[in-house]
């Protein structure tokens, strides 16, 4: 899939099929998360791959935002070291992760997990304490219906500006 074609049509997946996400592809994501740019090229991550029904289950349970966790056949965990800005790292090693599955025709979808509910998952999943838990994205081949319902986006004369905001931008 070319690149543009696989950004434009990235869903955010959050009905899966039960089939599996085959091994082969795991570690194909895995290395597009690895390779993504980071601060000072600290490569502060750590991926959790989960595909125990069990244990995304009980994610599913502890995320009020990521129920669809449960229904997932696969999770990956993004665990951080505690030190500038791991978000902004971690975004971009989710990204790349998830172009690398749309490619092959799996969406996903990444779970809210804030406060004493990151606390609960890091204990489940055994993250040391000097980490930190990011978040844990699904992952899945999407329903017919999750498919269908495509993405809405904002015109590009709405948020492009030219040299200064509120000076629209003229693509070409």
Known sequence: MEVYECIRSKLKVREFKPDPVPDRLIA?????????????NRQPWNFIVIKDRQTLAQIAQIASSGSFIGDAPLGIAVVMEKQGRPELDAG???????????????????????????DKVKELLQVPEDKELI????????????????????????????????QGYLAG
């Open 135 to 166: 978040t844990v994205m699904a992952f899945g081949y999407p329903t017919d219906a999750a498919k269908a319902r495509g993405k809405q986006r904002k015109p590009l004369s709405e948020i492009a500006h030219a040299e200064r905001f509120g």
């Open 92 to 118: 971009r090693a989710l990204q790349q992760m998830e172009l690398v599955a749309r490619s092959q025709e799996v969406g996903g979808c990444v779970a809210g997990i804030r406060g004493e509910e990151n």
């Open 28 to 40: 194909q994501m895995l290395r597009g998360g690895r390779w993504a740019a980071s601060a000072r």
